[in-house]
């Protein structure tokens, strides 16, 4: 109990870190997929092939090689440089950016094209349109998604540590190695993590029941 005590101070600087890598990186990452979406669901081929190429290199490689790409690799060039708080939120919000585009893709996409008609009789824009109609109605069905991927975004910050992000796992990490107290240092880090992302489903949640009543 005295590890722990001692501890939870650089446990709980360590969390609200990750919270505010997290909050950051999943707000560059919402906008960015969202640009990406309307991108790869725009009629210009070249937009649609280099969304496309984004989305499915970032799905199809894992978040660490990502990591180390824009941390280590992207820093040997003389025209870039990145700290390691700079390479870890850009890499989460990348990686949540190429698969909120996905999400917001299929959203838009499962909107009846009646939709669209009865948008253009009323008068309303493409722009319009999609602000005022497609995207509201899109978004209660994204919700779900949404939370999903964020989610796996808060637990993919864990990865940071091996850049030497003192966030949670990082805290943790250098806590259990302080003490050799393993099994509890690393229980109150699970625990830590689990009450973050159940208040989040709960906030989800709450979120989905608002959107039903309206």
Known sequence: ME????????????????????????VIGFALGLLVALL?????KIL??????YV???????????LFFIYFG??????????????????V???????????IRAGIQSIDKGQTEAARS??????????????PQAFRRMLPAFTNQAIISLKDTSLLSVIGIAELTQQGRIAANATFDYFSIWFVVGVMYFIVIYLLSLLADFAERKFEMR
């Not at 590890?3 to 999943?26: D, H, K």
């Not at 649609?48 to 190429?53: G, P, R, T």
């Not at 919000?93 to 999400?103: K, L, Q, R, T, V």
């Open 3 to 26: 590890n722990i005590m001692n501890a939870l101070p650089y446990l709980w600087e360590g969390l609200q870190f990750t919270l505010y890598i997290f909050f950051i990186a999943i």
């Open 74 to 91: 992207l820093n040997m060039l003389e025209f870039i440089s990145f700290g390691r708080v700079s390479a870890g939120i850009l890499t």
């Open 48 to 53: 649609n092939w280099i969304a496309k190429i």
């Open 122 to 135: 009323l008068g309303l824009n493409a722009t319009q349109n999609m602000r005022y109609i497609i995207l």
């Open 93 to 103: 919000a990348i990686n949540a950016g190429a698969y909120y585009a996905e999400i």
């Open 40 to 44: 790869r669901l725009a009629p210009s």
């Open 56 to 66: 499915d290199a970032i799905r199809g490689t894992p978040f660490i090689v990502q």
